[in-house]
């Protein structure tokens, strides 16, 4: 059961750019399988199971990530409540990687009935400014080797067949600061004050979705100190690249805007780009829709940003699918209903020998 791995995988603290711990431990549980695996210059842990005859014929890749939202200290302890196992990251994304973990696990001794390749990664960055540079390292480095790419992430039920393209930027407003009765300076957060005004009325089309978020922002340092440094994070979305690449090109304006009308210089700096579009997943679909059946499970295709959004530069087939029944993702409270492992277990694994049924190319 995927329970076997549940509890120590979301007890393994991996902050985003911190996951260093929890790869040891899913390297160490894959080993154990009897798996040869390395972890790589970014620090996602790979293994490759290429039985004879398989050789040369592209991969199937399942990659599910390493990192959690919560800080490095956070108390990750999980407990079981009716049903439930619940604590921060029990879901997102340790869920995911106890049942890809159990995957491994029954596959053995049964990798000769492989028609081609199958790779499974434990991959970093995928949350918050991680900026998808596990997924992204695993397909630009083994692109010619690949035939599609699966993320394992999310609820069980759900496949994400459209990536949704994200844009993020840090601006950091700059000035002399001084006294606030002795000095008559421009403040940096008066521009920052004029920028996330600017910024909320830019307009945004009602088709395609296309949002707009400061999600951060912080400046100053006391009461009765003009601000000398002030600084915000945007996150931009769109389901249409050009759509966000003109948004993405009015938000910096309006940023440079506000540093020049409020008299202070902004420094603007990319922390993020998450490519989006169409993932070329109409081939993947249907062995994913018989799995679904199979278990008796309703699926909806949706769009999101997860690490299938990395195929899309390089024409990848790929598609996000969740294997877990849960909530309060990115809570303290997230809960993983344990029943729901075993189906999602049984779904992944058909999904997989489904896909293997089909011809080799």
């Known amino acids: 059961m995927p329970l076997d791995y549940l509890a120590r995988i979301a007890q393994t603290p991996a902050p985003t750019f911190q996951e260093g711990q929890r790869a040891e431990l ?3 549980l894959w080993r154990e399988l009897g798996y040869p695996c390395e972890i790589d210059a970014v620090g996602n842990v790979l293994t490759r199971i290429s039985p ?3 050789e040369g014929h592209p991969a199937l890749l399942l990659a599910s990530h390493l990192d959690t939202v ?3 200290g956070t108390d990750v302890t999980v407990r079981e409540d009716g049903g439930r196992l619940i604590g921060p990251g029990v879901g997102d994304n340790s869920a995911s990687l106890a049942v890809l973990t159990a995957l491994l696990r029954d596959l053995r001794g049964q990798t000769g009935l492989l028609r081609r390749p199958l790779w499974l ?3 970093v960055g995928e949350e918050g400014l991680g900026d998808l540079r596990g997924s992204k390292h695993l397909i630009s480095q083994h692109r010619p080797a690949l035939g599609a790419f699966i993320a394992v992430d999310g609820y069980l039920g759900i496949a994400v067949t459209r990536g949704v393209g994200v844009r993020r930027y840090r601006a950091t407003f700059l000035g002399p600061g001084g006294h606030s009765w002795g000095d008559q300076a421009p403040s940096t957060l008066h521009a920052l004050g004029r920028a996330i005004s600017a910024l909320y009325a830019l307009p945004l089309p009602p088709t395609p979705r296309t949002t707009l978020n400061v999600g951060l922002a912080s400046g100053g340092t006391s009461v009765n100190s003009i601000a000398a440094s002030a600084e915000l994070l945007l996150d931009l979305r769109s389901l249409d690249p ?3 690449g003109r948004l993405d090109r009015r938000a910096v304006s309006a940023l440079h805007a506000a540093a020049r009308e409020a008299g202070v210089s902004v420094r603007i ?3 993020g780009d998450r490519p989006g579009g169409d993932l070329h997943s109409a081939g993947l679909l249907p062995p994913i829709r018989e799995a679904a059946r199979e278990i008796k499970t309703e699926l909806r295709t949706a769009s999101s940003s997860t690490d299938a959004n990395a195929a899309a ?4 087939p790929a598609v996000a699918i969740g294997v877990y029944r849960g909530g309060n993702a990115h809570r303290l409270d997230e809960w993983v209903q344990l029943s729901s492992l075993a189906p999602g277990l049984k779904f ?4 997989v020998e489904l896909y293997q049924q089909q011809p080799v190319a």
């Open 26 to 28: 899913i390297a160490e």
């Open 70 to 72: 919560f800080e490095a």
């Open 313 to 316: 530069p390089h024409g990848l």
């Open 348 to 351: 992944l694994r058909r999904v």
């Open 52 to 54: 004879p005859g398989t």
């Open 269 to 271: 700096e990319q922390v």
């Open 121 to 123: 990664a434990a991959n």
């Open 242 to 244: 050009d759509v966000l």
